[in-house]
Structures are given as C-alpha cells and as structure tokens.
C-alpha cells in the first residue's frame, strides 16, 4: 500500500495536469482532503506532507478530531461536506470555517445566527442536486435563484459558491456535463448577484477522486478527494 503522502503527491500530479490542460493557473485549485473515517493520525501524516484543510461528514466524529487536531500556531481549516440537520448547525456553525452542504433558506438563517461573533463569517456553498435524482440532497437549479438572493444578505455566513455530487459516469466527457451545467449556474447567479450589489460567488466544489480531471475542466476550485488520498473507506455508516 502507498503512504498517504506518496497519495497525496499522486493526486497533485493529477491536479497539475488536468490545471496545464485546461490552461488554468497552477494554484488555481484548493485540495480539500476529506477524512471521513480516518483516523486523526491519518490526517496528522496529511498534514505533514502539506494539507492543511480536511473535509469532513458526520458532526460528531468531526468534533473529537478538531479537538484533538487542535494547535494554535498552524490551524487547519475545516469544511463540512455532509447531510446538516437542523438541530445541528449550531455546532457546525462553532467548529467549521466552511459549509459546502447547504441545501434549503433555513439551514443558512440558523447558521447565519449561530455562526459566534468572535469568528469570521462562516463560508458557505448552496448544494445543488444537478442530475435531480429524488433520494439525492440539495437544491433544483430552479430554486437556486430565490435561495441564493436571501442567503447573500445574511450576516455571519459568506455565499461563496456552489456544490454538488454528480452520479457517477466513467468516461471524462460524461462527467463534464454536470460539472458544466454547474459552472452555468454559478456564472448566471453571479450576473443576479451583482445586480442585487451583493458580492459574487468565487467557488465551485465539484470532484472527487473519481472525477476531479473532468471537474477542473469545468472549473473547479475546490476539488474534495478522499479515497485516493487514503485508502478506501470502511463502509460507511
Ligand atoms: C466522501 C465524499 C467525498 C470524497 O469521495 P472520494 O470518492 O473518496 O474521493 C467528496 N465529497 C463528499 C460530499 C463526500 O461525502
């Protein structure tokens, strides 16, 4: 088995050569590690070979990692990526700098109102359910518009972007298509945005470790990579 900084220099590789191809800038593209399942001392070794921000799922197991993650010289930077209950945004609005999972006006109101005073806004992405498949999350296109103005006048959070999970496809030219259409979204927001004088979105959380090529070649930003940076997951809850 590979280490995970052999993986994570692998996965870097893939971003610098899906970046050339697209004619994008070499640091245009954050790496989000996303440590479900893993053990702290997984994410201890990313952090040495030079991740700084971890993705994580489920609010519970993410709250006795940061703690434990803790040091205040070098922060690391948290984002949540999974399902978010209503009873559970005060703690994610606490413990993440990022929420790419928003998918309906009130999750963004109460994080708005929960995020504490001391921190910087929260950062937040609208997750859109793009191939509009019934048992998946986040918002239809057609509700993006209407949600996206009300959540960008909300204090306490920052309307960054867009996220979203697209089925999976096996060749590069299929799994564009959703990517794409993200893209479209995001840049037509962004006119309705301005209009409003409200700040554009800069983020497109798209790609995995099964389709990041393809999702910097729709222009992604931040590309969220977990099983090729460590290992395959145990099945998961
Ligand atoms: C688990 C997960 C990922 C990472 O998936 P891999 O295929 O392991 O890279 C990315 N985004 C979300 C929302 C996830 O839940």
């Known amino acids: 088995m590979n280490s995970i900084a052999d993986n994570i220099s692998a996965v870097q590789q893939r971003l610098q050569h899906a ?5 994008r800038n070499s640091d245009s593209v954050q790496l989000l590690a996303v440590s479900k399942t893993q053990p702290v001392a997984a994410i201890r070794a990313a952090e040495r070979a030079g991740l700084k921000a971890f993705g994580e799922n489920y ?20 984002h949540f990526i999974g399902p978010l209950q209503a009873n559970k945004t005060r703690r994610a609005a606490e413990l993440f700098d990022w929420v790419h999972s928003v998918d ?33 999350a986040g918002l239809r296109p057609a509700e993006l518009a209407e949600v996206a103005a009300a959540v960008a ?4 959070i920052r309307l960054r972007g867009l996220m979203a999970i697209p089925k ?4 590069i030219e299929q ?3 959703p990517f794409a259409a993200l ?16 700040q554009p979105m800069d983020t497109l959380s ?4 099964g389709d990041l090529e393809a999702a910097i070649a729709e222009g992604a930003t931040i590309v969220r990579v977990g099983s090729d940076i460590f290992g395959a997951r145990a099945p998961l809850r």
């Not at 970046?19 to 004619?23: D, K």
């Not at 006048?153 to 306490?156: E, R, S």
Request: aromatic share 2%; glycine share 6%.
């Open 104 to 136: 309906r006006l009130k999750i963004a109101q109460r994080l708005a109102a929960q995020r504490p005073a001391a921190l910087a806004p929260l950062n937040i992405c609208l997750q859109v359910n793009i191939d509009d498949e019934p048992s998946k």
């Open 153 to 156: 006048t909300l204090p306490g």
């Open 59 to 78: 609010l519970q197991e993410a709250e006795q990692k940061i703690a434990q993650l803790q040091s205040p010289g070098a922060p690391l930077q948290w």
């Open 175 to 177: 799994q564009r298509a």
């Open 183 to 198: 893209r479209v979204l995001r840049d037509s927001l962004n006119k309705q945005l301005t209009a409003l004088q409200q």
């Open 206 to 209: 798209m790609g995995m470790s």
């Open 168 to 171: 999976p496809r096996a060749a």
């Open 19 to 23: 970046l050339r191809g697209a004619g």
